[in-house]
């Protein structure tokens, strides 16, 4: 068994969507090779940080991801294999990469509560928390409401008795 720790650039861009780690971002790699009787065990863990925008406010975002890996490095034999020892190495490109790019959040967001954008006049919502925005009536709708007074005018309300009856 031997360990290793590795920080490698990112050779390519990894990821499409909304975010994605950019290509030449370092990757911090803890490693753990075992010598098993089908090949070499690798397991570990790979962190590094991906950058792109919110999903609801279009900010630009980056944020650590940290993934943790297990494969089999088999021995070249008869049958075709996913990942194999080649001339007693491993090849861990494809195994982080795509670890990494299967975390990534599918609608990344800057903060939980993120509210987005105001659909009325497009400004995020986060700089204009302290003023309200106005509530817009559906023009198909706003026809009626010269129809009824407003709720709060104080009208009154008749008293509807539920009978049991449908």
């Given at each position: 068994?031997?360990?290793?720790?590795?920080?490698?650039?990112?050779?390519?861009?990894?990821?499409?969507?909304?975010?994605?780690?950019?290509?030449?971002?370092?990757?911090?790699?803890?490693?753990?090779?075992e010598?098993?009787?089908?090949?070499?065990?690798?397991?570990?863990?790979?962190?590094?940080?991906?950058?792109?925008?919110?999903?609801?406010?279009?900010?630009?975002?980056?944020?650590?991801?940290e993934?943790?890996f297990?494969e089999?490095?088999?021995?070249?034999?008869?049958?075709?294999?996913?990942?194999?020892?080649?001339?007693?190495?491993?090849?861990?490109?494809i195994?982080?990469?795509?670890?990494?790019?299967?975390?990534l959040?599918?609608?990344?967001?800057?903060?939980?509560?993120?509210?987005?954008l105001?659909?009325?006049?497009?400004?995020?919502?986060?700089?204009n928390?302290?003023?309200?925005?106005?509530?817009?009536?559906?023009?198909?709708?706003a026809?009626?409401?010269n129809?009824?007074?407003?709720?709060?005018a104080g009208?009154?309300?008749?008293?509807?008795e539920?009978?049991?009856?449908?």
């Amino acid at each position: 068994m031997r360990e290793f720790e590795l920080e490698v650039p990112a050779p390519d861009k990894w990821g499409e969507g909304l975010v994605s780690v950019p290509g030449g971002e370092p990757v911090d790699i803890d490693l753990r090779v075992e010598s098993v009787h089908e090949g070499m065990l690798v397991s570990g863990t790979a962190g590094t940080t991906y950058s792109g925008v919110c999903g609801r406010c279009l900010t630009d975002i980056a944020q650590p991801v940290e993934v943790e890996f297990q494969e089999l490095f088999a021995y070249p034999g008869e049958e075709a294999e996913d990942f194999e020892v080649r001339d007693d190495r491993v090849d861990l490109e494809i195994l982080v990469r795509d670890a990494i790019v299967l975390s990534l959040p599918f609608q990344p967001v800057c903060q939980p509560d993120c509210p987005g954008l105001d659909p009325a006049t497009g400004e995020r919502l986060t700089e204009n928390i302290t003023e309200r925005p106005q509530e817009s009536v559906d023009p198909r709708w706003a026809a009626l409401q010269n129809f009824t007074p407003e709720p709060d005018a104080g009208a009154p309300r008749r008293d509807v008795e539920n009978t049991g009856k449908s």
